[in-house]
């Protein structure tokens, strides 16, 4: 992401151009993507969401996908939230997707109230450790920083930003850049949406992006960007999951115009 201005300055007639990036601080993005990286002598941009870094636990939505997998309960059921039960046999993943979509779309201030009436309703309480080993540490960051590798913001909590006040807006962007300071020396200007679907952020997150100096944010629901309708604060991202096959790999790098959506 650091080749960006050149990129646009320089590239402008003719060129393609790819960046790789990662979300969250997962350790694996050290233990897995790094030295792949390092030894290919590929630069790569790491999104970090700060406060999974300096207090390790579960995300919400691995903590939604733990509580509806331990369920014995045939159905779960929030009527405050959902208008039927949710059925859960042999329909797990189904029943956590629906609950995933639930969270996304509520205000942030309902969401610690949802997480505890899922634990309810799930008979599971929330994890209560601590998950060092699922995050990466601040030397881990460091020593990729110092191999040439990028490091954004992505919040302090993953929020849904867009369903959240300008101030918790203004808070979690900010916060996340002083920390990200703090640790490794350098102030980010790259900063990446979390879900970062078209309803994850709005003109507002992108007013106090840019009070906090950020330049470029990312937005993950697919697509590429021509130089003609470039946007420096929603720059699309592809998301490359396991089913990802290689010749789909292939053709979205080919023809990104066609299979890049």
């Not at 919400?60 to 996908?65: K, V």
């Not at 309703?121 to 191999?147: H, K, N």
Request: aromatic share 12%; with cysteine; glycine share 4%.
């Amino acid at each position: 992401a650091a080749d960006l201005p050149h990129i646009l300055q320089s590239g402008r007639d003719r060129g393609r151009f790819v960046l790789i990036t990662f979300v969250d601080g997962y350790r694996d993005n050290y233990e897995v993507a790094f030295p792949l990286l390092r030894d290919a002598g590929v630069r790569a941009t790491f999104f970090i969401a700060t406060g999974f870094i300096d207090k390790p636990q579960l995300p919400w939505w691995d903590e939604i996908a733990r509580m509806v997998s331990m369920c014995e309960r045939p159905a779960i059921e929030l009527p405050e939230w959902l208008s039927s039960p949710l059925p859960l046999a042999a329909l797990s993943d189904e029943a956590t997707n629906v609950l995933l979509r639930t969270f996304k779309r509520l205000p942030t201030d309902d969401t610690d109230r949802f997480m505890t009436a899922i634990a309810n309703a799930t008979q599971s309480q929330q994890f209560p450790a601590p998950c060092e080993e699922l995050w990466m540490t601040w030397d881990m960051i460091r020593e990729m920083q110092s191999a040439g590798m990028e490091i954004g913001a992505h919040t302090v909590t993953h929020p849904i930003l867009a369903r959240s006040s300008r101030d918790r807006q203004e808070a979690e962007i900010e916060k996340s850049c002083e920390r990200i300071h703090f640790e490794v020396g350098k102030r980010p200007t790259h900063f990446s949406y979390p879900v970062g679907g078209k309803a994850a952020f709005n003109s507002v997150t992108q007013e106090c992006l840019k009070l906090s100096g950020i330049e470029y944010a990312f937005s993950h629901y697919g697509g590429f960007s021509r130089y003609s309708n470039w946007q420096n604060l929603d720059i699309p991202r592809l998301p490359i999951e396991r089913e990802v096959s290689t010749d789909w790999f292939r053709s979205i790098v080919s023809l990104p115009q066609v299979f890049a959506r």
